[in-house]
DNA sequence: GCGACAG
DNA sequence: ATCTTGTCGC
C-alpha cells in the first residue's frame, strides 16, 4: 500500500535511520493484542549473491492447524550494508513486497530478528509491525541487547532486561540448542510473544513459521 | 580507547 | 547473513 511512496522515503544514510527510528519507536505499543488470530505469517531474510541480493521469504499458517497454506517470495537488489541495529532498513523493502504479493492478510507475523530487544527499542519486528499495521513477534536466535538468565530446561522462559525494562524472554526451545531471543515487536504484549512462540514450537528450535520461512528462503521447503 | 554487535 | 561436506555427539 504505502511502497511507492516507501521508496523516496527510505532511508540509506545510518544517521538518518537512527534518527527514523528515534521517531518511530514512540509509536510502538505494546498492549496486549485483542481479536481473533487466524492466520500466522513466518518472516525470514536471506542474502544470496554474497549479499547482493536481498530475499525475503514469507510462510502463511493456518493458526488452527498450523499447516503451510500459502507462502510468497521477493527479491531486491540489496541497498544497505548490514549494521548491527539498523537491520531492518536493509531487510524491510523486500518483506513488505512479498507481504503484498500473499493472498491473504496475516494477523500475526513471526520475524526472525528482535522486536523491541534493541538499542533504541525498535528492531525488526517492531518497525515491520508498525508499518504494516500487523501485531509482530521478534523471534531471534542470538542476542542483540538485553541481560538474561540462562534457561536451563526445555520450555522454560527467562525474562530479559535492557535498562531496567522487561523487553521480552529467553526461551529454551530445544535440548542441546541455543534459545531463542523473544520480543514483543508491536501491537501485542511480552507474555502473549512468548505464548505464541511456545504454540507454533513442533519439536524444533525454531517456531514453524520461521522455521519454514527459513526454508523456503534457501529452496529448501518441502 | 576498548569491547559488543539481530541477520 | 554468506562461502560449503561430511562428520561427531547427544
Not at 21 to 34: E, I, Y
Request: aromatic share 6%.
Amino acid at each position: 500500500m504505502q511502497h511507492l511512496k516507501l521508496k523516496s522515503e527510505w532511508p540509506i544514510r545510518a544517521s538518518e535511520c537512527r534518527a527514523l527510528q528515534n521517531q518511530l519507536a514512540d509509536q510502538v505499543k505494546l498492549r496486549p493484542h485483542r481479536g481473533v488470530i487466524r492466520w500466522i505469517g513466518g518472516v525470514d531474510v536471506g542474502f544470496p549473491g554474497r549479499g547482493r541480493q536481498t530475499l525475503a521469504a514469507l510462510t502463511l499458517l493456518n493458526a488452527d492447524t498450523l499447516a503451510l497454506e500459502y507462502s510468497a517470495r521477493a527479491v531486491l537488489p540489496t541497498r544497505m550494508a548490514y549494521i548491527p541495529g539498523l537491520l531492518s532498513f536493509r531487510e524491510l523493502p523486500a518483506v513488505l513486497e512479498a507481504l503484498a504479493c500473499l493472498p491473504v492478510a496475516p494477523d500475526l507475523l513471526m520475524v526472525d530478528g528482535q522486536g523491541i530487544a534493541h538499542p533504541r527499542g525498535i528492531g525488526t519486528a517492531s518497525h515491520l509491525g508498525l508499518v504494516s499495521g500487523i501485531p509482530a513477534i521478534g523471534v531471534g536466535k542470538s542476542r542483540l541487547v538485553g541481560t538474561f538468565d540462562a534457561p536451563d530446561q526445555v520450555g522454560k522462559a527467562c525474562r530479559m532486561y535492557h535498562n531496567g525494562v522487561h523487553i521480552g524472554y529467553v526461551l529454551k526451545s530445544r535440548a542441546r540448542a541455543n534459545p531463542l531471543f523473544i520480543s514483543p515487536g508491536h501491537g501485542i504484549d511480552p507474555d502473549q510473544a512468548l505464548d505464541w512462540v511456545r504454540y507454533t514450537l513442533t519439536g524444533y528450535r525454531l517456531p514453524k513459521p520461521t522455521r519454514l520461512a527459513d526454508f523456503l528462503s534457501r529452496d529448501r521447503l518441502r
